[in-house]
């Protein structure tokens, strides 16, 4: 009932600015108006015609032609203005106005609004990854600009601008990579991910040099995540550039069984090694390629939040770093029908392939019922979370109850 009485509302407003102008001054009366300024302008002209003629400045040919000019633009107006106003609508347009606009109003929603989601949330449909498939791909030069302009309005949007330095590092304009991620570094503090593309941009402006200040935010990313992969790979090259093959062996030997999904780098990495084993003989090749172990999980709701969402809501179940980048580093959906669950988390359900749950010691857990079907948390979602979690040495049979109102 709420819905109606803000539609008729709306309704009601909106007839009002198209009603009011027309109850407000008579047509007949706005035209009569005009009549007069452009009779009183006319007369204006001639007498500054008459003046000019007066003070020698116009002959007396050039002010008949210029008066019989005047009089024939005068006439045009006049006759315009008059058929203007044989035009105009009469006053029996109001009830046609006035009936016709909230009719089609409702009858076009009726057929095509969705008015149940009001109070059904649950009716709206994820969005289908296959339509944007087809979508055409943006140019770097367009994403710069986009991205450049979102900044314009939220300079504050600390993803905005890591987003414009990976455009820059693409584009190889390091320096403004370097300006781009120290922008986002200074908003974000020490996260991770920042601190190693930073890291990479400074060292790439300076041909490739990663000693001085890259190794330094190197150093500090690992120790808040010692398995990424990113920082894995580029402690390993200012090591080696220092001359320490052990530690750069020792790098990259942690780095092989994280990067198991991308065979081109795994060969890359495997040759890296061989090359230290040539320069110092007592180093080996790493052989443990194994998978970094899944966590395993069971999902439930309790009994009074299931009563309360329909068995089509979707249920995200994820796990994120308890200390780094927001975004979920493993993630899986389900429907709320499929509770309880029992499944697990991996490498393999990354949203990106540089952000994997080996990448972290230390995992936050959680599972979500997303009313919306959104991935991003929203008031109102029922959720339930599990902090702490040691994804190199996972518990086993974790049991997430979602039993709490966002």
């Known amino acids: 009932m709420t819905f109606w ?10 007839l009002a600015f198209l009603v009011l102008p027309m109850l407000r001054r008579s047509p007949s009366l706005e035209t009569e108006q005009r009549l007069q300024q452009n009779i009183q302008i006319a007369r204006e002209q001639k007498q500054l015609l008459q003046a000019q003629r007066d003070a020698g400045e116009i002959d007396d040919a050039a002010f008949d032609s210029a008066y019989r000019d005047l009089q024939t633009a005068l006439a045009l107006e006049l006759d315009q203005e008059k058929r203007k106003a044989a035009k105009a609508p009469g006053k029996w347009m109001l009830p046609v106005v006035m009936l016709a606009i909230p009719l089609a109003s409702i009858a076009l929603y009726l ?10 949330p649950q009716l709206v449909q994820a969005p289908d990854p296959q339509q944007n498939r087809a979508a055409p791909q943006m140019t770097l030069d367009e994403m710069q600009t986009a991205i450049r302009e979102k900044l314009r309005d939220n300079p504050e949007d600390a993803e905005g601008w890591f987003m414009l330095g990976r455009t820059y590092m693409a584009k190889r304009e390091f320096a403004l990579a370097v300006t781009a991620y120290q922008r986002a570094h200074d908003l974000t503090g020490d996260e991770p991910g920042v601190m190693f593309a930073l890291a990479d941009a400074l ?5 490739g040099n990663l000693l001085g200040e890259p190794e330094t935010l190197l150093k500090r990313g690992l120790e ?5 992969p990113n920082g894995l790979w580029l402690a390993g090259m200012a090591a080696e550039q220092r001359g320490e093959f052990a530690a750069a062996h020792a790098y990259w ?4 069984p994280l990067i198991q999904d991308n065979p081109d780098s795994v060969r890359e990495i495997r040759a890296l090694l061989t090359m230290l084993e040539e320069r110092d003989p007592t180093l080996t090749v790493a052989r443990d390629d194994g998978p970094a172990r899944p ?7 309790s009994p009074e939040l299931r009563a309360k969402a329909g068995d089509d809501a979707a249920v995200f179940v994820y796990a994120k770093a308890m200390q780094g980048p927001p975004m ?5 959906r389900l429907r709320l029908r499929d509770l309880p669950a029992t499944l697990t988390l991996g490498d393999e359900d990354a949203m990106m392939p540089a952000m994997k749950l080996s990448s972290f010691d230390q995992v936050v857990v959680g599972a979500r019922v997303s009313f919306s079907g959104n991935p991003v948390a929203q008031a109102g979602d029922f959720y339930t979370e599990v902090s702490d979690v040691d994804s190199d040495n996972p518990p086993q049979g974790l049991a997430l109850v979602i039993d709490r109102i966002k």
Do not use: W
């Open 5 to 14: 009485l803000i539609v008729a509302g709306l309704l009601a407003l909106a």
């Open 111 to 120: 057929n095509y609004g969705e008015y149940r989601v009001v109070e059904n």
């Open 203 to 207: 060292a790439m402006q300076n041909n």
């Open 224 to 228: 808040i995540a010692p398995n990424f």
């Open 253 to 256: 030997t942690r780095l092989l």
């Open 295 to 301: 966590l395993s999980l069971s999902v439930d709701i």
């Open 328 to 332: 979920p580093l493993a993630v899986k």
